[in-house]
């Protein structure tokens, strides 16, 4: 592809151009390292590393063409552009032949449910016999194959990459206020936007809540010109969306539980199982949903009701509903012997531990034990609330190392001490290696227990632990198995 062809994308980008040839692009390329001869090359101003020091890197590799964001005189085309991560995003679409018009694509939205209403979506779609792309935050799969993750929105070169080489009917993709922030998704074009909520999250990235709810919103300036708004109005967040929306001209169909919504929620039954009503329209249907909590009628429904303006029956989406198996570290359930439930989940702010502990309250459960801990570097201002729910929901607590990031570990460890003096209530103990708290609760866990770790979901170890286990999955099967051996040994 000619560079011409690359600029034509980039109107009201450009500040100044130096393009006396018009190369063949072979790729383009964000990291040097990568750069092959005939790509081009585009340097990234980032948090911790600035592309525009790798320049000369690219150019010793073959990179026949730059963009960047500062004055250089280069002896290949040089392109100074305002903001290079727009840039990035619009010239890997027309390098990729805008390849997000050959799909339906589903963009995901919100605080917490985008990673499980995706898979949910992605269930019901293929019950339905479609076939479906998905980009979030557990995996990354095409035509079958799964990727493992690098963000929960890709960067906007690999984003055309991956969707460039789907054969999927549907492409599912998480969208985060950070990709939005970034201009991870520029360049391509939404035919759903999805909108699941908005709690405190990411105040170390947003400075307030309303420049949080403010990121999310950028999704909508991606749909395509017959692209709809599917919006949660559980909270005044999805109602000001919904506002939003309708000045745009885009169209809207919400969830809730009042009569003005296309789906209204109603009659839900959380007493060992998770059941519901569905009105839409004049008819009513009944859910009966593999997955517990109230937070999962909310992501069902709002799956529901995409897979409804997609064009699937009601009865082929409560079929795939009554047969979904659960997302990888999403309330994710692990037997005990002694009949207790051990759940991981990636709840990592206040509502969702609160969807969490109260799932477990509505479906029985005879004692509930909290493990979780906080991210080094990141949001404090949501800690407190986070004990603070454990410590109401919960029958006792462990406060636990999560990924240190760089933070002493005797700096997290006081602040954990100080958390569980002020808002544990009493309920709350300190145990820093993760594994070790995790195995505690194992050797005490009795019948009817419920025993949640929170924080990590599917997310790998970054610190090292006591046990030989790199998850909270792996943990606990380790744990699964080391009292099955212990069983074996008793017998002989």
């Known amino acids: 592809m000619k560079l011409s062809k690359v600029l034509d994308a980039l109107d009201g980008c450009i500040k100044n151009a130096r393009n006396e040839k018009d190369p063949n692009l072979a790729g383009i390329q964000m990291d040097s390292?990568?750069?092959?001869?005939?790509?081009?090359?585009?340097?990234?101003?980032?948090?911790?590393?600035?592309?525009?020091?790798?320049?000369?890197?690219a150019l010793e590799k073959g990179a026949s063409a730059v963009i960047g964001e500062i004055e250089l005189n280069l002896a290949v085309p040089y392109v100074q552009v305002m903001d290079s991560r727009k840039a990035l995003g619009r010239a890997a679409s027309v390098f990729y032949n805008h390849p997000s018009r050959n799909h339906k694509v589903i963009g995901i939205t919100g605080t917490n449910g985008k990673t499980t209403v995706s898979y949910i979506l992605k269930h019901i779609l293929e019950h339905a016999g479609k076939s479906c792309s998905l980009l979030g935050t557990v995996s990354y799969i095409i035509n079958g194959k799964v990727y493992k993750p690098s963000n929960t929105t890709p960067d906007a070169?690999?984003?055309?990459e991956l969707i460039a080489k789907s054969k999927d009917e549907f492409v599912i993709l998480e969208v985060s206020s950070h990709a939005l922030k970034q201009h991870r998704i520029e360049?391509?074009?939404?035919d759903y936007g999805l909108f699941t909520n908005l709690s405190h999250d990411h105040l170390d990235y947003h400075p307030t809540i309303e420049d949080y709810f403010e990121?999310?919103?950028?999704?909508?300036n991606y749909m395509k010109p017959n692209g709809a708004g599917i919006v949660s109005r559980l909270s005044e967040w999805g109602d000001e969306l919904t506002s939003m929306l309708a000045v745009k001209?885009?169209?809207?169909y919400s969830i809730g539980y009042d009569e003005g919504n296309d789906l209204k929620?109603?009659?839900?039954?959380?007493?060992?199982?998770?059941k519901f009503d569905i009105k839409l329209g004049n008819a009513v249907y009944t859910v009966t949903f593999p997955s517990p909590g109230l937070h999962n009628v909310y992501n069902a429904a709002m799956a529901f009701l995409t897979a409804v303006k997609i064009g699937i029956r009601p009865e082929v989406i409560i079929?795939?509903?009554?047969?979904?198996?659960g997302v990888p570290g999403r309330f994710e359930m692990i037997s005990h012997p002694e009949g207790a439930t051990f759940i991981i989940d990636y709840a990592h702010t206040e509502d969702a531990i609160e969807y969490c502990l109260q799932a477990a309250k509505e479906h029985n459960a005879a004692k509930i034990?909290?493990?979780?801990?906080?991210?080094?570097?990141?949001?404090?201002?949501?800690?407190?609330?986070?004990?603070?729910?454990?410590?109401m929901l919960s029958d006792e607590f462990i406060l636990t190392f999560d990924d240190l990031n760089g933070v002493p570990p005797e700096v997290m460890l006081n602040e954990l001490q100080d958390l569980n003096d002020k808002f544990g209530s009493n309920k709350g103990q300190i145990i820093t290696d993760r594994t070790l708290a995790i195995q505690l609760a194992w050797e005490n866990a009795k019948n009817g227990e419920w025993i949640l770790i929170t924080g990590k979901g599917p997310e790998k170890y970054q610190s090292d632990y006591e046990l030989p286990a790199s998850s909270d999955k792996e943990t606990l099967l380790y744990l699964q198995k080391l009292k099955s051996k212990e069983k074996v040994i008793g017998f002989n």
Do not use: C, W
Request: hydrophobic share 40%; no cysteine.
């Open 157 to 160: 070169l690999q984003i055309q």
């Open 265 to 274: 929620i109603q009659d839900i039954t959380l007493n060992g199982q998770t």
């Open 249 to 252: 001209e885009i169209p809207v």
């Open 187 to 190: 360049g391509l074009e939404l």
């Open 319 to 325: 079929d795939a509903l009554n047969s979904f198996p």
């Open 33 to 57: 390292r990568k750069v092959k001869p005939g790509d081009l090359f585009v340097a990234i101003t980032g948090f911790q590393i600035d592309g525009h020091k790798f320049i000369n890197e």
């Open 215 to 220: 990121a999310k919103t950028l999704m909508y």
């Open 369 to 391: 034990k909290h493990i979780f801990g906080f991210r080094g570097d990141r949001d404090k201002s949501k800690r407190e609330p986070m004990v603070k729910a454990s410590a």
